[in-house]
C-alpha cells in the first residue's frame, strides 16, 4: 500500500478500488487525468454557493466540509470531505453550485476541468457508472445526517459521526487499527453536529471518561469499536462499501 505521501498514491484511485476492480486501462486513465494541484491552506473556501464551476476539485490529502450559511451568518455543516472525494462532482451536470466546499485542514487539492471529466467518462462507462454512484452515495450521507442531528441526542450524535469517518478513511487507507488522524476543531464539529462548542466539549469529555474514544491532539484512537458503533447507532450499510475489508 503506497503513503498518502508517496507520489504514485491517488486516493481517488483507492477510494474506488474499494468498491469494485479497476481495470489497468481504467486504473492508468484515472493516473493520467490532467489535474491542477494546489495547496489549499485551513479554513478556506476552495468553491462557494453560487459558483459556476468549469472544474471540480479532488481531495488529495487533508480535511475539508460541505456546507451552507444562513441569513444570520451561521454555518451548518452538512459532511465532511477526504482524500478520495470529489465534494463537488454535482457541478459536471449542474451549473450553480449550492452548497460550499471549505477547507478544514491544510489540503492538497486536484481541479480537474469539467472537459476532461466528460472525456474520460465518454472513453470509460464503468468510471462514469463509478462517479454517478458515489453522488448517490452523497445523498445517502446527507440523508443519515439529518436523522443524525435530527433524532439523535449527545454522545450518540457524536459517536455516529466519529465512526463514519473511520470507516470512509479506511477505505482510502488512512485508518490504523482504528486509530486516524481527525484534524477537526469542536468547533467544527459544533456547526456539523448542531451543537455549541461548549456542549461539543462536555460531549468529548463524557467519551473520553467512558473510554468510547481516545483523542489526544489531532489523533482519534477508538479503544472498543463494536462499544462506540453501538452508542452511535451506526450501521454502515448507507455507505455502499462493498469491499469487506473497508467496511470491517
Keep these: 500500500m503506497h503513503s498518502p505521501f508517496h507520489p504514485d498514491y491517488n486516493p481517488m484511485i483507492r477510494k474506488m478500488e474499494s468498491v469494485f476492480d479497476l481495470s489497468d486501462d481504467e486504473r492508468q486513465a484515472l493516473q493520467d487525468l490532467p489535474m491542477q494541484v494546489a495547496v489549499i491552506r485551513a479554513d478556506q473556501d476552495i468553491v462557494r454557493e453560487g459558483d459556476r464551476p468549469s472544474r471540480s476539485c479532488l481531495i488529495l490529502s487533508g480535511f475539508a466540509c460541505v456546507y451552507k450559511m444562513t441569513a444570520q451568518g451561521k454555518r451548518q455543516i452538512v459532511s465532511f470531505t477526504i482524500a478520495g472525494d470529489i465534494p463537488d462532482l454535482q457541478s459536471l451536470h449542474l451549473k ?19 472537459e476532461d471529466l466528460h472525456d474520460l467518462c465518454s472513453r470509460y462507462p464503468r468510471i462514469t457508472s463509478a462517479f454517478w454512484r458515489e453522488t448517490l452515495i452523497d445523498a445517502a450521507i446527507f440523508r443519515e445526517w439529518v436523522m443524525n442531528v435530527g433524532r439523535r441526542e449527545g454522545v450518540s450524535r457524536m459517536a ?43 460531549i468529548l ?31 454502515p450499510t448507507y455507505l455502499h462499501l462493498d469491499n469487506d475489508q473497508a467496511a470491517a
Design 160 to 202: 455516529h459521526v466519529l465512526c463514519e469517518l473511520i470507516v470512509r478513511l479506511k477505505a482510502v487507507g488512512l485508518v490504523d487499527d482504528h486509530a486516524c488522524d481527525l484534524p477537526i476543531t469542536q468547533s467544527e464539529f459544533a456547526d456539523a453536529l448542531g451543537f455549541t462548542t461548549v456542549h461539543v466539549n462536555r
Design 205 to 235: 469529555q463524557q467519551m473520553r471518561a467512558d473510554n468510547l474514544i481516545d483523542l489526544k491532539g489531532d489523533r482519534l484512537n477508538v479503544p472498543d469499536w463494536s462499544r462506540l458503533k453501538e452508542v452511535g447507532e451506526f450501521d
Design 96 to 114: 450553480v453550485l449550492d452548497n460550499s466546499v471549505a477547507t478544514l485542514s491544510p489540503c492538497r487539492v486536484g481541479f480537474i476541468t469539467h
